[in-house]
């Protein structure tokens, strides 16, 4: 059984280049941390080369806070976690070469033995405190994100943006014309008025608009195809073998490559892209799921001045008797489901950006794609508030923005 | 403890908002009172009582249910059961949010600690066993009608003094469904005899058993071409599982009859229109079988039956959960549910708002059909009995 005081440099032999020197350098720090803890940070660590920016400077943050902290207020600060009792066999796993499969064990074992809440109230605290001591830089710029909702819906009864509605100000006379443009030209003028890596992003379910010249993070369902398939393909030669459960699959999927679904390019664009297929629940087979879980994780991860997530008419689930009547297969898509998962999905990428620093000055508009509906949020607009003011979408970006 | 007692709080919460309203909804009364006099005793009853347990193996959120923005999936438990109903507005599950695991878990009213995708029977006596062992009952007595594979084992335990022979029948109509189309391209039904919306990809099947589907069709008196021919009529798996149920209270007449609903946990795939769409499918299935047991014979006039998720669903603003797609964080609203009790006897248009877990079930079973669960870590809900 190895503890974190019998951590070596060498026991990072396997990491990626940057993720070894970092651990390498708090190695100090490493081998007085609790075992409950360490691997969870080692899995942040062993991943430091595909991480983004933000992601970056967060880890370093947190490392350097740790490291600097008096040994008794660092044991005070990780108390929650010292106190989990962990089963033989989890401390006997190799979890400075495996942190990813041991937090994957130790999550399964703190259910089982009714430890979870504990687990959950010192991650929270420990969050908490984390965040009170090193605050986030400056932003460049106040956020924005931009949700469009509907695409391919021509007729609507259902009540729209239910849940953002009291947070801001609802249009009901938007003139859709050129509604499209004005959006992609202000994301295009704001990634080359403030250009930062992976600050920028433009989600779409379907195939992407032309943004010519702007340096946008772009990730689409429809370019992905490949990838889905030969995710999908492993799946089902996997579930054929029956050589795994469902978590053998989870941890097999996890540990695919972006190269062996096909992806080329930018290699941090390319494992986070990666991961929303592998680690997705539904973003292989819904462009609603894709686009919603793709709009998350990049707020979470990359924690961009700038998101776009254009939804996208998803693919129909047949019921029961279509399928088993199979002679006509329709599984073409469904533009009104997509809509009430859009609307939802509008709703989670506010909360997520609301998660981000500078909260209070970020600002949020979601458009009905193509009518009269939009939604604006920001310092600018009023809360709960009406519109039947006739309006471009140009029009409410320069109010909101 | 510490953490307890916040859960405790939250639940509390949770409970409150879905009390307020039923109350404004409904007209309900508060069932506070109950403590203050004596349990009222259960009515004499004509005949064998029967009991039918209905869980909801993928919970639902109070969001999409009892808050003003989701009563409109639920107009028949709200209009036509909760009114009939004692109501439970705050059951907590404390154990691990996997569905096989849970549903075991309110089977035997000890909370089963077995990793939820393993085909294990539960370690504690299920009730089934207790009901059949104390009550000598024979095998037909005592059904489960059940999603998917991963219940196959939640029939009987592997307690030594209960388990093999004991335990109740399991039918898993999935599993009959694939059997029946083995012939056809079972490509084609992927989606639609998926085992586990928990899965992390939408796409595994089941496994077919041709031989188990000719002996359930003989047990339900369906041929298999019948039994096919009426899936093809049907919309979902649930209303399939609630098609065979109607069989076995037709053909067995159980007492003891446990059927899992399962089509909200599409939830995992992450389209929420879907996942409204299985909630009021349940709340329409809910409805049915309640008119099923009033039509039948066997059972109208002495059937209780309990409706009740096996969880909840992860809240929107919990930032490590994705919302109403998974149950992975343990927080307040994923653990925290509600159970409904409606037949002869049983006090109508009450809501309890003590806080009661989710492996009081089984205790509250024994009270009402006369065995002892004597390995239960749950406690007899008075309110019912």
Known sequence: MMLPRDLKAEHFAKYPLEARQLATRYLALLQELPLSFLPLLLREVIQYDWKFPSERRDLDRQLSYLAALPEIERRRMLAGFAELKLSASLTQMDWSGSPLRFSEELTAFLWTSHQIDSFRAAAVAYVEKLDAATPKEPLAAARLAIVLIGQGVAENQRPLFRKLRPQGTYFKQVDPQGGLQAILEMVARRAREHPLPFAHWYIDGGAAENLAGADLSRVSYQSLAPARAALLDRVRSIAQAHSMGPEGVVTALAQMQPSQLGLRGDPVLNRFQADLLTQGSGTQVFSTTFVQWAAREALRRAQPLTLLARFAPRQREQPMNELLAGTHPNNGPDPQGALIDADMGAYYTWLNQQRLSEAEKASFLIWFEGHSEALAIGPAMDRGAESDQRLSLAQILNKLV | ?385
């Open chain 2, 1 to 385: 403890m510490k953490s307890a007692a916040r859960q405790d709080h939250s639940s509390a919460t949770v409970a409150f908002n879905r009390r307020e309203f039923l109350r404004s909804a409904t007209g309900i009364s508060l069932g506070g009172s109950l403590f203050s006099f004596a349990p009222a005793p259960a009515l004499a009853l004509p005949g064998a009582k029967k009991v039918v347990v209905v869980t909801f193996g993928g919970g639902a959120r109070d969001e999409e249910t009892f808050m003003p923005d989701g009563q409109e999936n639920i107009p028949h438990l709200l209009d036509e059961l909760i009114p009939r109903a004692t109501f439970f507005s705050q059951v907590i599950n404390r154990g691990i949010l996997g569905h096989y695991v849970a549903t075991a878990s309110l089977a035997t009213g000890a909370y089963e600690t077995f990793n939820n995708f393993a085909a294990v029977p539960p370690d504690n006596p299920t009730v089934f066993e207790y009901f059949r062992k104390d009550l000598k009952r024979p095998a037909t007595d005592a059904w489960v009608v059940a999603p998917s594979n991963g219940f196959a084992r939640i029939g009987q335990s592997g307690h030594r003094s209960y388990g093999q022979g004991l335990g109740a029948g399991v039918i898993l109509p999935k599993r009959l469904l694939t059997a029946a189309l083995s012939s056809g391209s079972s490509r084609d039904y992927d989606h639609l005899l998926i085992d586990s919306y928990e899965s992390p990809v939408y796409s595994e099947t089941l496994a077919s058993d041709a031989q188990e589907l000719h002996k359930l069709a003989a047990i339900l008196k369906l041929s298999v071409e019948d039994f096919t021919k009426l899936a093809r009529s049907l919309s979902s798996p649930d209303e399939l599982s609630v098609f065979v149920a109607r069989q076995l209270m037709r053909r067995l007449a159980p007492s003891l009859l446990w059927i899992t609903l399962h089509d909200m946990d599409i939830a995992h795939s992450g389209a929420f229109s879907l996942y409204v769409d299985g909630i009021q499918r349940s709340d329409r299935l809910c409805s049915e079988i309640w008119k099923m047991i009033q039509s039948e014979p066997e059972y109208a006039g002495k059937t209780t039956m309990f409706i009740l998720p096996d969880f909840g669903r992860d809240s929107d603003s919990e930032a490590g959960g994705n919302g109403f797609q998974h149950h992975r964080t343990g927080d307040a609203r994923s653990r925290t549910t509600w159970l409904m009790a409606l037949g002869p006897g049983i006090r109508e248009n009450v809501i309890v708002d003590r806080p009661v877990e989710s492996i009081d079930l089984v205790p509250t079973l024994g009270s009402l059909l006369g065995f002892s669960p004597r390995l239960s870590k749950g406690k007899r809900l008075a309110e019912i009995l």
